[in-house]
């Protein structure tokens, strides 16, 4: 990747404040879906001049969600290239049926910020001699492993009840931070046609998670 992570640090001091700006700014002259995914294929057959692509559509929205998990600048920095590294390695199992390009990267993204989060949280409570501080002995034992497979589980469950549209609409959203109309420009579709598919989505979300609970 190069300069990549030079390239990154001199074009993020411009950002501008959510996520959703920064998306909507970066894409009045709408990108279909089919440029992303072709970039991704493109990537997935090892060519390296789609992986610039990507990087230069995307990278300042990676950062900008990393920097905003971790509250720090030079985790984001390298975070952001660690995930165009996972893209790199992983583009050939990425599926558009599963859901957008956008969200496929904001997934790994938001993966990677909060492995490191909890590897720094682990790192506080672990003293000199590599013992954990006092009172400390229960956090990330097996139960909370346990609980936490659990809980992922659960969602992907839950997900598997949405409709390829309504998934789609629901990472575009919600993963990037856009309001209902900049989704729909993003996506190509009327506004209204945007809202039925997020509000019926959230609610089959929303029965699916307290069936799972109450079983």
Known sequence: MGGALETLREQAQGS?????????????????ESEWVGLVRSIAARDPRALHGLYHRAHRLVFTLIMRITRSRETAEELTVDVFHDVWRRAGGYDPANGTVVGWIMNQARSRAIDRLRLEQRKKRVGPAGD?????????????DLDQRQQARRLRDA??????????????????????AEAATRLGEPVGTIKTRIRSGLAKLKRALAADRSA
């Open 16 to 32: 501008p404040g959510t996520l959703g700006e920064l998306l909507y700014a970066r894409t009045k002259a709408r990108i279909p």
């Open 132 to 144: 954990d501080a006092p009172g400390d002995a229960a956090v990330g034992g097996p139960h909370d």
């Open 159 to 180: 997900l598997a009840v949405l409709t390829a549209h309504e998934r789609r609409a629901i990472e575009t959203a919600y993963f990037a931070e856009l309001t209902y």
